[in-house]
């Protein structure tokens, strides 16, 4: 026993045990069902393929998914950053029961969050009809599917910025303000900087969740097609009429597409926490 | 007066932290409390009578049971895996390592509906298996077994990301002066290992349940929602809710609420407990 703890070999039991159970599990569960998506699609051929995602309704769903979960994603940096904000730097009363509601997202599931935005901003809804009075229809075109998407993905972007701020030292805005900064150029000059990386990855969480998201939508979308069809809806539409083929390809479609965007996101970010660290 | 005029960081002022305070409350109250409050009105807005009959309704009652049972099977599985991983990615160094904690993630990256799909294509009749398993007469696609594998693959992240930070940090020594000592694997990983982990393995199986119990777009695909038997409690909220039956889809929406709010609250709870244990031993 000795002898191996000074070779620097861990003396802990287990290891072929458990990593030969996870790898099992692994392959058996995510890594080979995942398989048959490449496998489906490659059956249709570069062409095949090509002219699924090329069709008119795909192109259409993927252009309404991906510019309602930019513009929620976007709302959501914003208002979670506000939020973030709020819960570690201003004093209030009850803001423990706040903190624990910002995962209640999380929580619910998105069947129940679907059915409940759709019954508030139907045209007869609580908001819906005075929304309507003034002629904004939001149940069933893409403001509600922005609305539902903007509910899932508010934890995602306060959770990550959350612990940010309340690592981002009192000393250094001190320092700043100190030196005759205002207020207004510590926080640009500053603390804005110090949040960008987790600013974006909250940014790109809600985005790819947005994405890929259908319960909370299916609702409030309305689902015709061209118009206020998401990309999920689609897949199932496609499954339905047991086009299995064209439903993997738009899915691989999509999942090519959202792991795009992480790479892309996830370079961006590791590019600003660099640039931050050589300040 | 203060020497320290700056010391919380930057004071924009009263009116800002309260205009500011304001927008988010609105912003919370909007977007999670609405929703929240709707659903219990909705549900109760012929009385706790009629909500009693929803919730007593022959098939709201087989799709509790069978909510309860999908996630009696994938919780403890996923939990057993989430312990298993972490024991090998936190305890020891090797090769390829970071891939594998990378794998493990990906189910979060996958859309539910996807996620549903990539077992049509294993299991479905048209799928890779479908014809040998039709051969032996076994069903997993729009059927229970169906339902409970898309919901381990969705809740399959959760207790293993949970617990591989936590162990990896708390490093290896406890566990060698315990074997040290004379104790054996088991009574190492027993008596040292989970204490040690308690709160962030009940954090991860709180999340884990929550998801599997409310899972709505894979479990969607894959049940083939015949009524009474393959339909979880989401599943019947909706097709209630498609059948006008309002009332009925918010009860069984209501149950699914409250079950979200007991989340929360035991989370919270974990989380707290977490956050003690941390400052005590610093």
């Given at each position: 026993m000795l002898a191996r703890n000074t070779k620097?070999?861990?003396?802990?039991?287990?290891?072929?045990?458990?990593?030969?159970?996870?790898?099992?599990?692994?392959?058996?569960?995510?890594?080979?069902?995942?398989?048959?998506?490449?496998?489906?699609?490659?059956?249709?051929?570069?062409?095949?393929?090509?002219?699924?995602?090329?069709?008119?309704r795909v192109l259409k769903s993927f252009q309404l998914t991906l510019l309602v979960s930019l513009a929620a994603a976007l709302i959501n940096t914003f208002f979670g950053f506000l939020i973030a904000w709020f819960l570690v730097r201003i004093p209030f009363p009850g803001k423990k029961i706040i903190d624990a509601l910002i995962d209640l997202p999380f929580a619910l599931p998105t069947a129940v969050s679907g059915i409940a935005?759709?019954?508030?901003?139907?045209?007869?809804?609580?908001?819906?009809?005075?929304?309507?009075?003034?002629g904004i229809k939001v149940a069933y075109t893409p403001i509600g599917i922005t609305l539902a998407l903007i509910l899932i993905g508010l934890p995602f972007v306060v959770r990550t910025v959350q612990p940010a701020l309340e690592e981002l030292e009192p000393e250094l805005e001190e320092a700043a303000l100190s030196l005759g900064a205002s207020s207004w150029v510590t926080f640009y000059k500053i603390i804005f900087p110090f949040l960008l990386p987790s600013l974006l990855t909250g940014f790109t969480l809600a985005f790819a969740r947005s994405i890929g998201e259908y319960g909370s939508v299916v609702f409030i979308a309305g689902n015709m097609p061209l118009k206020t069809e998401i990309t999920s809806l689609l897949i199932i539409t496609k499954l339905e009429q047991y086009d299995y083929t064209g439903a993997t390809a738009i899915a691989s479609g999509m999942l090519i597409l959202s792991f795009t965007l992480l790479l892309l996101i996830n370079l961006l970010q590791s590019w600003t926490s660099k640039r931050l660290k050589g300040l | 007066m203060d020497i320290h005029p700056h010391k919380n960081g930057i004071q924009p002022g009263i009116w800002v932290n309260l205009v500011i305070a304001l927008v988010?409350?609105?912003?919370?109250?909007?977007?999670?409390?609405?929703?929240?409050?709707?659903?219990?009105?909705?549900?109760?807005?012929?009385?706790?009578?009629?909500?009693?009959?929803?919730?007593?309704?022959?098939?709201?009652?087989?799709?509790?049971?069978?909510?309860?049972?999908?996630?009696a099977i994938a919780v403890p599985l996923n939990t057993v895996f989430g312990l298993a991983a972490s024991w090998a990615l936190a305890k020891f160094q090797f090769w390829g390592r970071n891939i594998i904690i990378t794998l493990i993630d990906l189910p979060f990256a996958v859309s539910p509906v996807v996620s549903g799909l990539i077992y049509v294509l294993l299991f479905g009749l048209h799928g890779w298996l479908g014809p040998w398993l039709d051969k032996y007469d076994i069903q997993i696609i729009f059927a229970v077994p169906g339902i409970v594998l898309a919901t381990i693959f969705v809740t399959f992240p959760f207790v293993a990301r949970e617990l591989i930070p936590l162990m990896t940090e708390q490093g290896t020594e406890e566990e060698q002066v315990a074997l040290t000592l004379g104790a054996t694997g088991w009574q190492t990983f027993w008596r040292v290992t989970l204490p040690?982990?308690?709160?962030?393995?009940?954090?991860?199986?709180?999340?884990?349940?929550?998801?599997?119990?409310?899972?709505?777009?894979?479990?969607?695909?894959?049940?083939?929602?015949?009524?009474?038997?393959?339909?979880?409690?989401?599943?019947?909220?909706?097709?209630?809710?498609?059948e006008y039956y309002f009332t009925a889809a918010f009860a069984v929406a209501s149950l699914l609420s409250f079950l979200a709010v007991i989340t929360l609250i035991l989370k919270s709870l974990a989380e707290w407990n977490t956050q003690r244990i941390l400052r005590s031993s610093k």
């Open positions: 620097k070999r861990s003396i802990l039991p287990g290891f072929g045990l458990s990593l030969g159970y996870t790898l099992t599990y692994l392959g058996l569960i995510v890594l080979l069902p995942l398989s048959t998506l490449a496998f489906k699609t490659s059956t249709l051929g570069l062409q095949g393929f090509f002219d699924v995602l090329t069709s008119l935005l759709t019954t508030i901003y139907a045209p007869n809804g609580i908001l819906g009809k005075p929304l309507m009075d003034i | 988010c409350l609105l912003f919370i109250t909007a977007f999670l409390l609405l929703p929240l409050f709707i659903v219990f009105t909705e549900a109760f807005n012929e009385g706790v009578l009629v909500w009693l009959k929803s919730v007593g309704d022959e098939e709201t009652l087989a799709a509790f049971k069978l909510t309860l049972l999908v996630s040690n982990v308690k709160w962030g393995l009940i954090y991860g199986v709180i999340l884990s349940n929550a998801r599997a119990m409310g899972e709505f777009g894979a479990v969607s695909v894959v049940s083939g929602h015949i009524r009474g038997i393959t339909n979880t409690l989401p599943l019947q909220a909706e097709i209630l809710y498609n």
